[in-house]
């Protein structure tokens, strides 16, 4: 059973999620030949605090988002 993990900084809809979900969960099928059905995922999101970039968080880097 494939489990996928996407770690991205906060800010994205619940919509957009979704469609990620779906659409890493069916490439993940195609490409390992499982059916969707086995394959796990799960989105963790994280603060700009909690993000670095370049030695610096991304809070600080773009502090406007």
Do not use: C
């Amino acid at each position: 059973m494939p489990f996928i993990q996407v770690t991205m900084l906060q800010g994205r809809t619940a919509e957009q999620k979704h469609d990620l979900i779906k659409k890493v969960s069916q490439a993940t099928s195609d490409a390992l030949g499982v059916p969707i059905e086995r394959v796990r995922m799960a989105i963790v999101e994280v603060t700009p605090d909690e993000w670095g970039m370049g030695g610096e968080p991304v809070a600080k880097v773009r502090p406007n988002g």
